[in-house]
Each structure stands twice: as C-alpha cells, then as structure tokens.
C-alpha cells in the first residue's frame, strides 16, 4: 500500500460552528492538536508526506505541522471538490498512483480500517472506493443512494436530498480511495450546481461510474471511528474515545487504574507496569512515569518525568519537574518548573519547591518553601523553613551541602550557604554562610519569669 498512495488531508474549511479564534483542526484531544491524528495515520499508510488542504488559519496549520506535510493553499473554500483540485495540482502526475482522501477533522480514523479500505479496493478493481457508516442520527451527512444491484449510484447532501432520501440511514463518512488517473480526469469536471454552490467531490461518483468505471464502499461498524468534529460537543465526544484508546493501551503494558473513566491522560503520556493509577488524576504533555509507582487521587502532573516505585500522594501538582526512583510526595505538594528530587526525597505536605534540587535521600517532610535552592543528599529541612529568594528585584540561590539540619521554621536569606553537616537552629534567620560541621543559631535567648501569669491573673 505504501509505495503508490498519496493522502490528501482536508483541512481548510472554517468550523464555525466551533465558534473559535482557533482553527478548527488545532482544537486539542488528549494534548494534541486534531490533526496531528490524521497526519501520524497518513504516515503510516504512505510512504511520502501528505498534502494537507489549508485556507482558513493556514498560516498557524503550516506552522504547526512543519515538514510532516505538504500543502495546498485554497483560497477561497469553494467546496470539497474544489480542495482536491488544490491538492491535485501539488502532486502533479498520479499516474501508477493512488489517492487517499482524508478529513482534518475526523481524527479517530484507524489504520486498520484505512488497510480494509485498501484491501476491498483492489479485490474489486474500483476506481474509487469509500468508507460508510449508519450513525444514530445522519443529520447534515450525504446519504448513499444505491442501485438496484445494491452499488453505490451517488452521494446525496442533506441540503440537498429529497424528503424521501433523507430517510436513508446509510451516509458518507468523507473518506477515499481513488485511483490517480479517473481522479484527475474528473475532478476538472465538477460542477457547483446544487443547494451550496459548491464544487462537491462526492459528484466524482456519478462522473466516474458515467465513464464506466467502478464504485465500491466499505462500511465502518463503529460510527465513532469516522466521528467529524463540528463542535465543542463533538470535540467532547472524541476526546472521550481517544482517552478510552490511551487508558485501553496503558492497561494492555500493565498499568492499573482503579477507576479509568475518571482520569484524563494525554496521549503523549508513558506509563510503566506495576503502576497503579487511582481516580481523577491528570497526567499531561511529555509526562513519563516509571514502573511500580503509586500515583493518588487528584494528582496533576505536567511534563513531568518520574522513576520508578515513586509515591505520588493525593493533590500533588507538578509542572516541568524530575522525580528519581522511590521519591515520595505530598499530600498537596506543589513542584514548580526545574525541580530534581534525587531517589528516595521525601516531600510531604504543604511544600512548594521551585528551581530546587534535592540530593538522595533528603527530607523536608512540611510546610516549606525552596525556591533557587540546591540541596544536597541526607539534608533534613524542618518545618517551615523558607527560602528567601527574592529581593524585589532579583532571584538568589540557597546551598544547602550533604548531611546539613535546617530546623524548623527557618528563614534562609539568600544568596547564602549552608555548609557540609552543619546545624541550623531552630527559629533562625540565616544571613550570612554556615562553615561545614558549625551550629548556626539567631534565636533571642529565651527569658523565663517565674509565677507571673499567676500574678497576673490575680490583678485580672
Ligand atoms: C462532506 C461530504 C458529505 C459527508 C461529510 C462527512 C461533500 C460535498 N460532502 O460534507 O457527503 O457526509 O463530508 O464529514 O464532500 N473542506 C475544505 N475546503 C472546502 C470545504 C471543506 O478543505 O472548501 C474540508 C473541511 O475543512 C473538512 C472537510 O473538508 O475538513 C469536510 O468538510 P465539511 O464542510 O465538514 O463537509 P461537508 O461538505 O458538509
Ligand atoms: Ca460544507
């Protein structure tokens, strides 16, 4: 199938009824833009890049596909006949070759089904051969209108059918194969004679059965698959089917989810065995977890790289961060961007990190800040302890060396160093370096006056 077939991805209409700035075919779906489905499926089914049909926002389509395509400017949108002209005259001769048109906004499409396409075109020698499905309600489809002998006469659209063949349950889902040749024979031929003023490429039927040529179609079984997206309700409806595809296929590498139709994971997202996935927790970009890892209710992870047999505690919120192996964080830990915890770092509840890097084995188990802060391994950070990192104007770095105690409720002025092993009292403000092995304390002595509450209380 690979060497011969072109993909033509239509892709400029305007989708207002998404009622957007965005263009329709970047709206995204578990993280990626709709079209970027139907660009990775047309890679695997051809052998050269797909000519993606561009008008309305083509600049922001072109700029986010790059040279995973090529493209077909249309301009004005005079119908779908009129995009494949457009495409046509980018791959030039197709003779020897054939053409797989494609939606834009019909994401779900799979391979499987495209190669079934192909398999029952060349079985039957058609000129061109399209998908079919019988959704629950064929609204605005074109309904396939069939012959006596039950082949594919034409392609009827709703605004134009009669009250009698909009009764048929049979539709165009907008999917093609056509031999290069009848193609760009025909496509010349179209005409825009009809309720929309249109140039319909669904008319290349009549042409080409006209010029003695066969027509063939392959019905879909789940109308999901070939599901176009026109709204946000439409966006919603595949979005849930591609998290079912990414959960289905997370389950089959051994992954557990205590609940799947709670959590929404992006189809970027890795996840290794063993690893058990508890309800309502979002796991988004370039998010990679290990094996074994433990991960709780209302975790929200984004570009987050995580080893393996990690502790992911409820409410834990991450964003560009680093997690080596037998971490345990939060509850309600809060990683900024350029956090690196070493293996076996314990953060525990209410502890922002930002810019931070923890060395194995480092605790700070509460109610803490680290901002611009390298720690170093064995580093136990008390409660409350606080980097002050920021003078109003400019960020500074905290250094904590290995095997350093920071007691609680420490205020750390930084730029300042705390050296190897040294202790910092608890209460302390620390504005100046703590030497290696030294006791830092800034508390005022504490003052003890005997049985004065008792007299107070007696003069009350
Ligand atoms: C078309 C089919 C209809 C089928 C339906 C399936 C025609 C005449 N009708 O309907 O039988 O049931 O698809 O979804 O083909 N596009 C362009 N340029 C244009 C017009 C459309 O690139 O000038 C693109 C759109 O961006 C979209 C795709 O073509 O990706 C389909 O367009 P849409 O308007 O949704 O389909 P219809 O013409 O209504
Ligand atoms: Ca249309």
Redesign the pocket.
């Known amino acids: 199938m690979r060497e011969r077939i072109e993909v033509v991805i239509?892709?400029?209409?305007l989708g207002t009824r998404m009622k957007s700035k965005r263009a329709k075919v970047l709206h995204r779906v578990a993280g990626r833009p709709l079209i970027d489905y139907v660009v990775d499926v047309a890679h695997a089914v051809s052998g050269s890049a797909p000519v993606v049909?561009v008008?309305h926002q083509r600049q922001a389509v072109q700029q986010h596909l790059g040279d995973r395509a090529r493209y077909a400017v249309?301009e004005p949108?005079?119908?779908?006949g009129?995009?494949v002209q457009q495409a046509a005259a980018v791959l030039g001769d197709l003779q020897g070759k054939s053409v797989l048109i494609l939606?834009?906004?019909v994401p779900l499409i799979r391979e499987a089904t495209l190669r079934r396409l192909a398999d029952e075109h060349r079985r039957a020698g058609n000129a061109l051969t399209l998908l079919t499905m019988q959704p629950r309600d064929p609204a605005?489809?074109?309904r396939i209108v069939r012959d006596g002998s039950g082949a594919v006469q034409k392609?009827v659209?709703a605004k134009d059918a009669s009250a009698e063949e909009r009764q048929i349950g049979e539709?165009?889902?907008?999917i093609y194969l056509v031999e290069g040749p009848p193609l760009s024979q025909n496509l010349r031929k179209l005409s825009a004679d009809n309720a929309q003023r249109?140039y319909?490429?669904?008319d290349l039927i009549v042409l080409l059965r006209g010029a003695g040529q066969r027509v063939g179609a392959v019905a879909v079984d789940d109308p999901g698959e070939v599901a176009?997206v026109?709204s946000r309700a439409e966006l919603a409806g595949v979005e849930e089917q591609i998290q079912r595809r990414v959960v289905d296929r997370l389950m089959s590498e051994g992954v557990t989810f205590r609940n799947p139709s709670t959590v929404v994971i992006d189809s970027t997202v890795t996840i290794g065995s063993d690893t058990v996935v508890y309800p309502f927790v979002t796991l988004e970009g370039k998010t990679h977890i290990g094996e074994s890892c433990v991960i709780e209710p209302g975790v929200h992870l984004l570009d987050v790289s995580v080893g393996n047999d990690v502790h992911l505690k409820s409410g834990t919120v991450a964003e560009d961060a680093i997690i080596d192996d037998e971490a345990t964080i939060g509850p309600y830990a809060h990683l900024r961007p350029g956090t690196k915890l070493g293996r076996r770092v314990k953060v525990g509840n209410f502890v922002e990190t930002k810019k931070a890097v923890l060395g194995e084995g480092s605790k700070a188990s509460h109610l803490t800040y680290l901002g611009d802060a390298d720690v170093g391994a064995d580093v136990n950070i008390g409660a409350g302890t606080i980097t002050c990192n920021y003078d109003g104007l400019h960020k500074h770095q905290t250094t904590i060396e290995d095997g350093a105690f920071i007691g609680s409720d420490t205020q750390l002025v930084a730029p300042v160093r705390v050296g190897r092993g040294a202790y910092v009292g608890a209460g302390s403000t620390i504005t100046k370096d703590v030497p290696p092995d030294a006791l830092a304390l800034s508390r005022v002595p504490q003052k003890v006056i005997e049985g004065w509450a008792k007299r107070k209380k007696k003069k009350d």
């Open positions: 239509l892709a400029a209409g049909v008008g249309q949108q005079l119908g779908t009129h995009a939606s834009g906004d605005q489809y074109g392609i659209e539709v165009n889902a907008g249109e319909y490429l669904t176009g026109n």
